[in-house]
């Protein structure tokens, strides 16, 4: 494996990405499959405890070329720091940088955690026009994608969410009870909390960028792994969108695996090898 630091233009901001060379070696052969790691807010191309380091590497063992990069003004990347709903053009300039290098690579996986997953399903939505590019060879490249806890935080689903996921679970929890009787815990905060979750879950759910989203993901004719974190307030938001919103309810992904007790950035390190399995699965099906 070779790791070469890349310079690339994107709005007129240099950025700077790392391009994880595969070589062959005595089992394995380098394949025509490509990853990039599309990094969300407000982490840096390391990723938190250097996951996604570790996974490119990995992917790279196993004869897949990976490309991680710093979107505008994060990390090294020059210029202000840009909102996970405007960093798409700086995606599209990643891929060509990536296969500019890696002329060998003809199939793309995105991968992203958190509003790098929902900035990945708005770029899916965009066209040449609106990424001011004068190809849409990034798109037909683009073949599968990874979406991590993808972003879909709203009033609405976001209350839900609490009051499902976490009030639920604290209803059920012996402890709970026991601060409530004890004094510790003000009952009166706790209903007032609850009545006011309740009220904003019932609140109609605003045209956002979790519409660009779904447009992006419904039209995507590749492959969509989902890796959903059991202990993830952000995790549980997307599967209640999914499983509650009428639109949503008619999308369908590749393959949903849940990791039981994995926190949102996968921590541990078996969770972060079981993302690593998924991930490599995924690519290699696509």
């Known amino acids: 494996m070779i790791e070469i630091p890349v310079v690339f233009n994107s709005r007129g901001k240099q950025l700077i990405g790392v391009c994880h060379q595969a070589k062959n070696t005595g089992d394995k052969n380098v394949t025509d499959k490509g990853v990039v790691i599309v990094v969300g807010g407000p982490q840096t191309k390391f990723g938190s405890h250097r996951q996604f380091v570790t996974l490119a590497r990995f992917l790279a063992e196993q004869g897949i070329h990976v490309f991680r990069f710093d979107y505008s003004g994060a990390g090294d990347s020059e210029g202000e720091v840009s909102a996970f709903e405007d960093i798409q053009p700086d995606i599209d300039a990643a891929i060509n940088a990536f296969i500019e290098i890696q002329k060998d690579v003809e199939q793309i996986t995105l991968w992203g955690l958190c509003d790098a997953a929902s900035a990945i399903a708005m770029f899916l939505a965009q066209d040449s026009e609106s990424l001011n590019t004068e190809s ?145 699965q995924s690519v290699v099906a696509s």
């Open 136 to 280: 849409l060879t990034t798109h037909s490249l683009v073949n599968n994608v990874v979406l991590l806890n993808p972003w879909v935080r709203q009033p609405a689903t976001e209350a839900k969410t609490y009051l499902r996921y976490y009030y639920l679970q604290r209803l059920c929890d012996i402890s709970f009870w026991k601060k409530l009787f004890s004094g510790k815990l003000s009952f009166t905060k706790s209903f007032n909390d609850i009545n006011q979750l309740t009220e904003q879950a019932k609140a109609s759910v605003q045209s956002s960028y979790v519409d660009v989203m779904f447009c992006g993901l419904k039209n995507f004719n590749g492959n969509i792994q989902i890796i959903i974190s059991g202990n993830d307030i952000t995790g549980g938001e997307f599967r209640l969108l999914c499983s509650s919103a009428q639109n949503w309810k008619t999308l369908t992904f590749t393959q949903v695996d849940v990791i039981k007790e994995a926190n949102h950035t996968f921590a541990r390190q078996n969770w972060k090898k079981q993302v690593e399995k998924l991930t490599l």
